[in-house]
DNA sequence: GCACTTATTATGAGTCCTTCACAATAAGGC
DNA sequence: GCCTTATTGTGAAGGACTCATAATAAGTGC
């Protein structure tokens, strides 16, 4: 267990910046975050309330949202799951999830600090001024693939 | 009006060599999403009903997650907005979202037919077979850049 | 240190999107 | 045309998240 009184004090002069007040609620859920990344709102909670067990939900979802606003935090959004929260923000990475388990794993950007960023539009669209490109990478992680070893790797979709 | 039983006739052959009954709902949906690309369950029900009134939302959602699986449509998810669908499926393209107003417009692949398909793993990760690359560009579309002139460009988000 | 103001949190209910269980219907093979 | 069974319709339920309001406590000034 490291010097938690770092990581409070960092979070608590991030949040002073920010015009924030520094609750136990908030650092509960900074801290949360940070020792469970890709944690959907659910599981911060109760990591949360190890510290704090007077914690609520919608509390938590009120600090989330706030602190993603302010970028404290980075929100992503798997399909077919609930948002996933975690703090390493500003680094422009990308995220892979295995679609047999779920399972989320960061992905370091393959193309500098701006992967695709220069988007080819098509004939008909209107263009963006693009400010964020996000990848998401699907996939079988190791495990999965070692636990079904499958017969076929083509797609067995015919139901 | 173009000639609709053509596409009709498509989808037909489609739906058969999935295996799928050829039903008018099946029909009214592909139509509804194929007139309305990037379009939610609800907007699909609604465009469906114009062909079909008596058509339920449980339908859609039934076969919308159907075709979706025999990748007949795709589907992707705005962060904060319910799933969208779209016929144009196995060429790869990307989706650009405008932060302000929510229009969807397509991107063609910039890197050929797999773009950043090759992630560069962090250190601690355990790397997955990845099958999928899904890029989603998140910025301004020119609509909403002319209708605010920003007077300030920098976040204004200090509550 | 002690009020006081107001941001934050807790409480409770409500919304939106989607899915489930089961009965009614109809597509397609015979 | 009939029959089997996939599909659809009906009704209700679930998960994730938000909203309105009251209670609490951070941070300010005295």
């Known amino acids: 267990m490291a010097d938690h009184s770092a990581d409070q004090e960092a979070w608590a002069s991030a949040l002073h910046s920010h015009g924030r007040r520094v609750t136990k609620q908030r650092l509960a859920v900074l801290a949360a975050v940070q020792h469970n990344p890709h944690s959907p709102a659910e599981g911060i909670l109760a990591a949360a309330r190890k510290d704090l067990p007077e914690l609520t939900a919608q509390s938590v979802y009120v600090v989330l949202s706030d602190l993603t606003d302010l970028q404290m935090l980075r929100r992503f959004e798997p399909p ?3 948002a996933l929260y975690e703090t390493r923000v500003g680094d422009n990475h990308h ?3 295995c679609i047999s388990c779920g399972r989320v794993e960061d992905v370091d950007c393959a193309v500098g600090h701006a992967p695709c960023l ?5 004939e008909h669209s ?5 400010q964020i490109a996000d990848v998401l990478y699907q996939g079988i992680c ?3 693939q070692a636990k079904q070893q499958l017969p076929t790797q083509t797609q067995v979709t015919t139901k």
């Open 80 to 82: 077919h799951s609930p």
């Open 95 to 97: 995220h892979a999830v």
């Open 118 to 122: 220069t988007p080819h539009w098509d």
């Open 126 to 130: 209107k263009p963006m001024t693009i």
């Open 142 to 144: 190791q495990d999965c």
